[in-house]
């Protein structure tokens, strides 16, 4: 079961499977993985999921109770990320490659670099780089970075050259 918010871009190619809520202003670009198996996915609004990136909600044989997965708002998942952490809060970025397991959480304004792997059972604070071959980390002061501008292109153009996934209400209605 899937539920697309209106406002959400979700194309036609990208790869979505079990109970998934894609929040308004969200953009699934083409060939992007969303796989629900071991309970629900909630995706906040106006997060940008590159192509190839994978967000998985996976069965864990130590742990078999479904546990949701929760993404909140304004975070960016770049080409052939890799994340099945359960918690993400908002405004964060997962680079390129990055890989974050099922164990860690990632709370606000965190930026994870490129390969960088994290799969250990911790939290990740706020405001948090994580970069190098080590996965050093360090703490940052910079403002997050609202991607409006970036998620307007893409709300734009992108339903101009690939067929989309409908939303399952009508803008302005509510929930019953």
Do not use: W
């Given at each position: 079961?899937?539920?697309?918010?209106?406002?959400?871009?979700?194309?036609?190619?990208?790869?979505?499977?079990?109970?998934?809520?894609?929040?308004?202003?969200?953009?699934?670009?083409?060939?992007?993985?969303?796989?629900?198996?071991?309970?629900?996915?909630?995706?906040?609004?106006?997060?940008?999921?590159?192509?190839?990136?994978?967000?998985?909600?996976?069965?864990?044989?130590?742990?078999?109770?479904?546990?949701?997965?929760?993404?909140?708002?304004?975070?960016?998942?770049?080409?052939?990320?890799?994340?099945?952490?359960?918690?993400?809060?908002?405004?964060?970025?997962?680079?390129?490659?990055?890989?974050?397991?099922?164990?860690?959480?990632?709370?606000?304004?965190c930026i994870i670099g490129a390969h960088c792997q994290l799969s250990a059972n911790e939290t990740i604070p706020e405001n948090?780089?994580?970069?190098?071959?080590?996965?050093?980390?360090?703490?940052?002061?910079?403002?997050?970075?609202?991607?409006?501008?970036?998620?307007?292109?893409?709300?734009?153009?992108?339903?101009?050259?690939?067929?989309?996934?409908?939303?399952?209400?009508?803008?302005?209605?509510?929930?019953?």
């Amino acid at each position: 079961r899937i539920k697309i918010a209106p406002g959400a871009i979700v194309c036609q190619q990208a790869e979505l499977k079990g109970e998934i809520y894609i929040g308004a202003n969200t953009v699934v670009h083409p060939r992007a993985f969303i796989m629900a198996k071991a309970g629900p996915i909630h995706i906040g609004e106006n997060n940008i999921i590159e192509e190839q990136a994978y967000i998985h909600n996976r069965l864990d044989k130590d742990k078999p109770e479904p546990v949701p997965m929760h993404i909140g708002d304004y975070n960016v998942f770049e080409v052939g990320c890799r994340i099945e952490s359960k918690q993400i809060g908002n405004s964060n970025t997962f680079e390129a490659k990055a890989i974050v397991g099922r164990d860690t959480k990632i709370t606000n304004n965190c930026i994870i670099g490129a390969h960088c792997q994290l799969s250990a059972n911790e939290t990740i604070p706020e405001n948090t780089i994580v970069y190098g071959d080590e996965c050093h980390q360090k703490q940052h002061n910079e403002t997050p970075s609202k991607q409006d501008d970036q998620l307007g292109f893409l709300i734009k153009i992108l339903p101009n050259y690939h067929n989309l996934k409908k939303s399952s209400k009508k803008k302005g209605s509510k929930d019953s």
